[in-house]
């Protein structure tokens, strides 16, 4: 815009240039007064001439702008084409990337509601209660061993005092000697009993002959159990 304001400028000056060259400096003295043809045949070439001059100017002014018009185009076109395209970019920025998870999430559990729960219990493993016969474990039968029968204990009783109510026997151990006699064969077994006797007969504490009729008591009380 700016040179073609400069453009037209020029040109008005250029007109004005031409107009000053063309107009006569008549005198006073040359003028005529007789002549009135002459005259006007003057003025009809000078409008001529203006006539022309502003055909001129208005071409040299078409093609001053048709000249400048291009490059007025030329120099915007490329700010239109360099313009970025940023509506595929955003769109391609805000895709939401959590929502399939909590969807999936809310639909597995409106799914399992009525879901039946079943729980595995583990049965407790069983002994094998059948064991063999040679088996040595603390459950099973264990071999029968001679012992004092229980349910002659009074028997027992009064026939130990008979024999300890005897002079050669201290009468301080008489009652530990029923008592241990009894404990050791009703408990651990018979064989306890005749090594209980035997010391105490070394011991001097009973005599040989009370020491075998205590044996020979215990032998006819004992049992198998």
């Given at each position: 815009?700016?040179?073609?304001?400069?453009?037209?400028?020029k040109l008005t000056v250029s007109e004005k240039q031409i107009s000053s060259q063309i107009t006569p400096t008549v005198g006073s003295n040359q003028i005529n007064t007789a002549a009135p043809q002459q005259s006007t045949s003057k003025n009809q070439s000078r409008a001529d001439r203006l006539a022309e001059l502003r055909k001129q100017s208005q071409e040299s002014i078409k093609k001053t702008e048709s000249i400048l018009e291009p490059s007025v185009s030329a120099d915007v076109e490329p700010e239109i084409d360099t313009l970025p395209t940023v509506p595929n970019v955003v769109a391609k920025e805000i895709k939401p990337?959590?929502?399939?998870p909590v969807v999936d999430s809310e639909t597995s559990a409106q799914k399992n509601v009525f879901k039946k729960i079943t729980t595995k219990v583990t049965k407790p493993e069983r002994f094998n209660r059948?064991?063999?016969k040679h088996d040595d474990g603390h459950g099973g039968r264990q071999p029968k061993v001679k012992k004092l029968n229980r349910q002659k204990y009074n028997e027992y009783k009064y026939a130990a005092k008979d024999i300890l109510d005897d002079e050669s026997v201290a009468e301080e151990h008489r009652s530990n000697l029923l008592g241990q006699?009894?404990?050791?064969?009703?408990?651990?077994?018979v064989e306890e009993t005749y090594?209980?006797?035997?010391?105490?007969?070394?011991?001097l504490i009973i005599s040989k002959e009370i020491a075998e009729r205590l044996t020979t008591l215990v032998r006819a009380l004992t049992t198998r159990r």
């Open positions: 815009m700016k040179k073609q304001k400069e453009a037209r400028e990337a959590t929502s399939s059948r064991r063999r006699i009894w404990a050791k064969g009703e408990r651990i077994g090594q209980f006797i035997n010391d105490k007969e070394e011991e």
